[in-house]
């Protein structure tokens, strides 16, 4: 036989018996235990190893047909994949959820105990990881041929945890015990080069050229993971980086005879992909992480264009073979590296690489925060990639040289627009960056890419209004609903079929079932059904007792000012307040489970200061006897995509209370929405989507909107005009103020009070009145349990918009004009 006719890829046998068999194998061969001595570990690594044989078929022959057909490619580059689990998703991929529980079942094993055995890879912070995430999960189920590159991360996003109610964070030590889901190639590790210089060369031409000496070079070592689409689709691959220390540089040092120095300088090496940044939206500049940035975006494009494109591809063609979607700014260092390797290492002209580069990137931007718009020093980037910072000018050069002719009297409006601020420190705007080498630069949500084309961009908006387009951001279905909730997905499934799992605006088709008695019957049945499960969860995992006949209100998501956790909080103290004083009476509060899961940048010192003050309002009501079984604050520590997956599906209320011109989309607000929660939101982000979608009526708005905000903030804010025309604000802050959640002791939250008194930069006094009014009228709704009931069906049945499937025909009709290749059978 020749490799030729040799059949491609062996294949495995769907039945009972099959999958046994192939599972005491693996734990055989592969753990080297038998049934009766395995750990849970060991079963659950085998496990794991089985599932991944089943997939392998159709990874196998996506990558064929791949390499047959050359079709236009999405490399979606991101420095943060936030995947959660995978076994469940790799079950549900490779169709094997029956087989395997039954299998399991016949050995004595639970499968419920190895789900639990999984550590969730946490290598992103937040929404825009998780994102990432999904939108991998739909091009595979989509048939989008596609890759996702980033960084594998030796620690993760770090796991928190709470002493005496302050934040205490630990490494998040995902690979401890294997990792079996992913394919490390050390044989294809790639250099990448670092510091150094610039020198000026004669080519045979005798033509004066530059090129990049650098200084240090670090290998990246490719991890594969496949990405699997639901019910038969591509698997795709999502390739992260790892770095090592290359032999060359150990050795010269070795060589010199200073062993220590070459193993701290292994090390050294490999901190590159050591840890995730925590800052979620607001990048602190730090060296390494420009470091992580180029490293990993330099591996991908070499991956790509050596690796990926066959031999002889001709680049010239490149745009009709890839498109990089830029996720955020982290990855934007990439556009002056395409241009280096085809012009220094390729040897074009400039004009000529910059016409193919320019054509190969989108951008995608994620924030309106000024902070979170990456800046890097000239001084640093200079340090660390010379040549990238010398391309960086030409690019710029040449783009103001443009701005002149079009605009040649407005020499301001020219410097505004330049890729090199000059103020506080000369340094590279990587968003403008992006935007002049993207051939589209998009924002998230309708409202976050208006106020991009109205204000944070909008000279380039002006310049080139056809770049500007809107994708609004989705959730994938399959993790989001089909797996982690299996009753109302059930429940959908019996009422209009199983489509919508792959085309989720099927969903309309349950509109007329709201006002079905029958059906809301068992649509709350299995709401209270998840409440019980989360209950159980958040008991044994966190200690926390919970009551399931009370109101879910649910806020979880990074801890940030903007996002105002202390808005949601003050509500809750003002309530406690009135009940304490004797203004109302416990009998007429609605009963409510409030939940918080929130973790802050380990440096944001007042956002750690606000998780302490939720949990010590939370230990106050907690303890509060007469507030048993009514009123409670359930703050599990560690929030994450596990946990998420258990708590939104029980959640009655979603609050999504940002600032309105904050937050640019959410996507938490669409996963409780499609698990048929109400939305008490401000007119923010893809809120604004959420309520023309399902309907003024069934959307608890409040708040100023983004022009309103505006002009407040023109017109001077001052926060203590609230504080002292508001009786209950005031009541509610002075609680606080008096050391009454912190043991008499007035120092510990005087800093919450003092700036929500004297900066409130996120308006949460100027919002607390329309807020606590909002919650006014959830009771009445909550009241009236058919017609809350009523309106959390039309959430699902209206939220199919929401699939991150649509987000990505959008980006293909609109951005990238790639199309669909299932693989070959
Ligand atoms: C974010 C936005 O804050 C959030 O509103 C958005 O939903 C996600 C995904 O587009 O992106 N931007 C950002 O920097 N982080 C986000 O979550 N971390």
Known sequence: MTAETTPPIATREHTVDGFVREFLRELNFGQGVDLTRASVNDKYLAMARTVRHYLMTRWLSTLRSQAKLQAKSVAYLSAEFLLGRQLDNALLASGLEDIVSEGLE???????????????????NGGLGR??????????????????????????????????????EKPDDWLRLGSPWEFPHPEAAVKVNFGGHVEQYQDDDGVVKRRWVPGWSVLGVPYN???PGYDEGRVNTLRLWSARATRAFDLEIFNSGDYAEAVRAQTFAENISKVLYPEDSTPQGK?????????????????FVDQVLPQDFDLHKLPDRIVFQLNDTHPVIAVPELMRVL????????????????????????????????VWPVDLLGRLLPRHLEIIYRINDEFLAELRVAYPHDELRVRRMSIIAEYP????????LATVAGTKVNGVAALHSQLLRDKVLDDFAGYWPEKFTNVTNGVTPRRFLKLSNPGLSGLITEAIGDGWVTDLDQLKGLEPLADDAEFRRRFREIKYANKLRIASVLEQRDGIVVNPDTLFDVMVKRLHEYKRQTLKLLHIVSLYEKITTGKIAVADVTPRTFA????????????????????????????????????????????????AETLIPAADLSEQISLAGKEASGTGNMKFMLNGALTIGTDDGANVEIRELVGDENF?????????????????????????????????LDLIASGAFSGGDRATFEPIVSNLLNEDRFLALADFQAYVDAQARVDVAYADSEDWTRRAVLNVARGGFFSSDRSMRDYIDRIWHTYPVAPEA
């Open 106 to 124: 016949s050995l004595g094993i639970d499968l419920e105990e190895l789900r639990q055995a999984e550590i969730e890879p946490g290598l992103g």
């Open 131 to 168: 994102l990432a995430a999904c939108f991998i999960d739909s091009l595979a189920t989509m048939n989008v041929p596609s890759i996702g590159y980033g960084i594998r991360y030796e620690y993760g996003i770090f796991k928190q945890t709470f002493v005496d109610g302050w934040q205490v």
């Open 225 to 227: 993971y496949m990405v």
């Open 287 to 303: 060296e390494l992480r420009l470091q992580q940035q180029y490293f990993f975006v330099a591996c991908s494009i070499k991956d």
């Open 343 to 374: 012009v220094d290492e390729k040897g074009w002209d400039w004009d000529e690489a910059w016409a193919v580069t320019k054509q190969c990137f989108a951008y995608t931007c994620h924030t309106l925060l000024p902070e979170a718009l990456e």
């Open 425 to 432: 420190v000369r340094a590279v705007r990587m968003a403008y």
């Open 596 to 643: 918080f899961g929130a973790k802050a940048a380990p440096g944001y010192v007042l956002a750690k200061q606000i998780i302490a003050l939720i949990n010590a309002v939370g230990r106050t009501i907690n303890d509060d006897p007469a507030l048993e079984g009514r009123l409670r604050i359930a703050f599990p520590a560690n929030y994450n995509v596990t946990l």
């Open 700 to 732: 608890f708005l409040f708040g100023l909107t983004e022009p309103q905000v505006a002009e407040v903030v023109e017109r001077g804010y001052h926060p203590s005009a609230y504080y002292e025309t508001n009786l209950d604000l005031r009541n509610a």
